[in-house]
T-cell receptor, first 115, second 114 residues
Framework: AQKITQTQPGMFVQEKEAVTLDCTYD???????LFWYKQPSSGEMIFLIY??????QNATEGRYSLNFQKARKSANLVISASQLGDSAMYFC????????????FGTGTRLQVFP | DAGVTQSPTHLIKTRGQHVTLRCSPISGHKSVSWYQQVLGQGPQFIFQYYEKEERGRGNFPDRFSARQFPNYSSELNVNALLLGDSALYLC?????????????FGSGTQLSVL
């Protein structure tokens, strides 16, 4: 069965430091996509980064990069130079297969950035 | 360009009532999906619509229904509301739902059932 696991319920990081949020996934489908979203207290689910299962290189979007290790079925999010505004819930999600917008979400990691 | 827009932002209903939530996708996006997020959990998939046809359905009771209009906007309807339906309802859109497409969410509708 498809599953996303986020084992860190909460993480702390000092401003300007880098932080890694862990995500492992389980699927038997060779075609899948992995997403990271940020959800501040306002509730909006903000898209951060996407990695396709066939992508050869790790995805990067500004301060966000995805450490994709296919053999280990992990897709960790790395945030460089953390900012106070990065404090939020972070969700890892998986789209399994083509022509579907059904995402399986993990339970999330609450990141707190302190000065 | 406007992102995914949802209305209303907040809603309070009582048990047994009916509710309609609305969503406008990003301009040019043809696929709309709905998610329910209960406090403290990740979102759960409810429906996906593409070109006015249902493309996917999650594990939700028949009290939940949805439709998509010719302009690609969408409505989520919930009948006979239960206390457990209290949640944040998120709408998301993509161009066509292909594997390598990004999926963008709106700010959600916070539904409280009393």
């Amino acid at each position: 069965a498809q599953k996303i696991t986020q084992t860190q319920p909460g993480m702390f990081v000092q401003e300007k430091e880098a932080v890694t949020l862990d995500c492992t996934y389980d699927t038997s489908d060779p075609s899948y996509g992995l997403f990271w979203y940020k959800q501040p207290s306002s509730g909006e689910m903000i898209f951060l980064i996407y990695q396709g299962s066939y992508d050869q290189q790790n995805a990067t979007e500004g301060r966000y990069s995805l450490n994709f290790q296919k053999a280990r079925k992990s897709a960790n999010l790395v945030i460089s130079a953390s900012q106070l505004g990065d404090s939020a819930m972070y969700f890892c999600a998986m789209r399994e297969g083509d022509r579907t917008d059904k995402l399986i979400f993990g339970t999330g990691t609450r990141l707190q950035v302190f000065p | 360009d406007a992102g995914v827009t949802q209305s209303p932002t907040h809603l309070i209903k009582t048990r047994g009532q009916h509710v309609t939530l609305r969503c406008s996708p990003i301009s040019g996006h043809k696929s709309v999906s709905w998610y329910q997020q209960v406090l403290g959990q990740g979102p759960q998939f409810i429906f996906q619509y593409y070109e006015k046809e249902e493309r996917g359905r999650g594990n939700f009771p028949d009290r939940f229904s949805a439709r998509q209009f010719p302009n690609y906007s969408s409505e989520l309807n919930v009948n006979a509301l239960l206390l457990g339906d209290s949640a944040l309802y998120l709408c998301a859109s993509s161009l066509e739902g292909f594997l390598n497409e990004k999926l963008f969410f709106g700010s959600g509708t916070q539904l409280s059932v009393l």
